[in-house]
């Protein structure tokens, strides 16, 4: 089983930051891919961010140039530097990976954590 454990949610005024990390814990895997999502009140889960294992990323564009996404493969662990937060970029915000374990490829979910951004 593999389990994923965020940390560094929280309530930060607009024009703020926040760093979340996200780490992948287990035996006998090999990530493919670590990343974040979010998901707003009433609103559908989104793509923020994703890095494969060979450091290609990929950003919403609504992130673009204030989010930055980064993967300490050692540590299997994925952060999200956020800068210049607004009060859209209020969510739920969910780790995902997707990996490879007994030769099969899996995706695992975070259980979110809340980032709050005041006007």
């Known amino acids: 089983q593999v389990q994923l454990v965020e940390s560094g949610g929280g309530l930060v005024q607009a024009g703020g930051s926040l760093r979340l990390s996200c780490a992948a814990s287990?035996?006998?895997?090999?990530?493919?891919?670590m990343g974040w999502y979010r998901q707003a009140p009433g609103k559908q889960r989104d793509l923020v961010a994703v890095i494969t294992s060979a450091g290609i990323i990929n950003y919403a564009d609504y992130v673009k140039g204030r989010f930055t996404i980064s993967l300490d493969n050692a540590k299997n662990t994925v952060y999200l530097q956020m800068n210049s937060l607004r009060p859209e970029d209020t969510a739920v915000y969910y780790c995902?990976?997707?990996?490879?374990?007994?030769?099969?490829?899996?995706?695992?979910w975070g259980q979110g954590t809340q980032v709050t951004v005041s006007a």
């Open positions: 287990g035996s006998s895997f090999s990530i493919n891919t």
């Open positions: 995902n990976t997707e990996l490879a374990r007994v030769g099969i490829l899996m995706t695992y």
